[in-house]
């Protein structure tokens, strides 16, 4: 039995999703939700398709990223779709500029990706969307010579087409497949169409969600539940990754829009489930965030060791899992784990790395795809791990300040965060992960610092 390096490699990539629905990334998926705290995925999956299956629902899901929230709302994806849904799933980082996104932005980026999903459903009449792009065309249009913004269908202004923007025509008929991606595309790349955008849209955001809603989706549903289908999912995946930065009147962009915004986001009737950032549960502003959304459902890390300490035997054997289905895919656990010689120089190797990890799934995969690229041969050891560690501590710790030492101490000793903001900024940076263990959630300082010397 051979073990390809390059397709290890490549079967380690971090960065990358598994699709559930395709048979070779199934091979790879592993079903953590024992050690999480539960089903969470099938939880959702139950309220959109029995408990709640005839009105619109609007979920919140969060966790650390590169935990593997993707990987399980592909999953959700699959699992919908096979109870008879109609499921959209989109990361909004290729339409959105993550570091300055509005409502408007949000709700055109829904309204695009829906509308490209139905194109082979029968045309709707869109009078209302027609009347707000063509507006909306006319004032980002306002000062620009040459390669403006196009909405076929529509008439020119004052006898001159309007550039390569805009909602894309089928003869002579308006349509929003792809019209409005278009739009989307051209604001994330330039600043001041997008303030233009939201300073013109931003004030008629209500009218803009109502013809979204009767002209879009509500028709649409309507088609789909013809054709067989129980509803519309709508899946808005990597909102958790939201820059920060304050607005200009000084709030953070994430209570911006989840609280301030968030009864718009949660009107669109249809099932929603958005990602939301990790550091919201912790800002002073949940309180006013679940007034708006149920709870958010959390993805934990997959824990190494449980509060007290000692190792978590389950979460380590299924991490175990996870790396040795990356090697051998069509491997059984048994099997798998008498393969561990042909990958590494022993047991406690395997483990150091699932440990050094923290339960950080993409961190995991980052360490050993690093670690492959360093060796280059199989087996892998462990003194070349060590150094990738040391690497990878070196670079986590330089930026912390003694403050975030300080309360990087007291999650050390408490296993608690509070709201204060500070704690918010370890848990964005990845310095403090969550655990659910027995029902109970703890925190903990990730496995790399705490192996620093500093605590």
């Known amino acids: 039995m051979n073990l390809d390096i390059r397709q290890f490699y490549r079967a380690t990539e971090p960065g990358r999703a598994l699709a559930c629905a395709d048979p070779e990334d199934r091979k790879y998926y592993i079903d953590f939700s024992s050690v999480r705290g539960g089903e969470i995925i099938d939880k959702i999956r139950k309220k959109i398709a029995f408990l709640l299956d005839d009105r619109p629902t609007c979920t919140l899901f969060t966790g650390h990223i590169g935990c593997g929230k993707s990987t399980e709302l592909l999953r959700l994806k699959m699992d919908l779709e096979a109870d008879g849904f109609h499921v959209v799933y989109f990361e909004s980082s290729e339409d959105l500029e993550m570091t300055d996104v509005d409502i408007v932005d949000v709700l055109l980026a829904i309204a695009s990706r829906i509308s490209q999903s139905l194109k082979t459903l029968p045309p709707m009449p869109m009078s209302k969307l027609k009347a707000l792009l063509q507006a909306t065309s006319n004032v980002l249009n306002a000062d620009v010579v040459g390669g403006g913004i196009n909405i076929p269908g529509l008439p020119d202004i004052a006898g001159v087409k309007l550039g390569t923007l805009g909602v894309r025509a089928q003869g002579d008929e ?36 109502d013809a979204i809603n009767q002209e879009l989706l509500e028709p649409a549903i309507a088609q789909l539940k013809a054709q067989g289908k129980r509803g519309l999912v709508a899946i808005v995946d990597n909102l958790d990754r939201l820059d920060n930065r304050p607005k200009p009147w000084g709030k953070p962009q994430p209570e911006y829009l989840f609280v301030d915004q968030g009864e718009y986001l949660s009107k669109l009737n249809c099932h929603l489930v958005y990602t939301i950032p990790l550091a919201l549960k912790f800002s002073n502003s949940y309180g006013m965030l679940t007034q708006r959304f149920e709870d958010p459902k959390v993805l934990p890390m997959v824990p190494v060791r449980s509060q007290d300490g000692k190792e978590h035997q389950a979460g380590m054997a299924l991490l175990r899992r996870m790396v040795l289905a990356r090697a051998f895919p069509d491997l059984d656990e048994q099997q798998g784990l008498e393969a561990i010689p042909l990958i590494f120089e022993n047991l406690e190797t395997l483990d150091r790395l699932c440990q050094i990890s923290g339960g950080h799934v993409r961190d995991l995969l980052k360490l050993l795809n690093t670690w492959i690229m360093e060796e280059m041969q199989f087996p892998l050891h462990r003194h070349s791990l060590e150094q990738v560690i040391q690497s990878c501590q070196h670079d986590m710790i330089m930026p912390i300040s003694e403050p975030e030492w300080e309360l990087l101490r007291q999650v050390n000793v408490h296993k608690k965060v509070t709201d204060d903001t500070g704690y918010q900024q370890l848990i964005r940076s990845r310095f403090v992960f969550e655990y659910r263990d027995n029902g109970k959630g703890w925190f903990d300082v990730n496995p790399i610092l705490a192996e620093a010397g500093l605590l």
């Open 174 to 209: 308006f349509t929003l497949s792809l019209g409005i991606g278009d739009i989307t595309a051209k604001v994330k790349q330039d600043a001041s169409l997008r303030k233009k955008l939201n300073q013109f849209l931003g004030p008629q955001k209500q009218q803009l969600l």
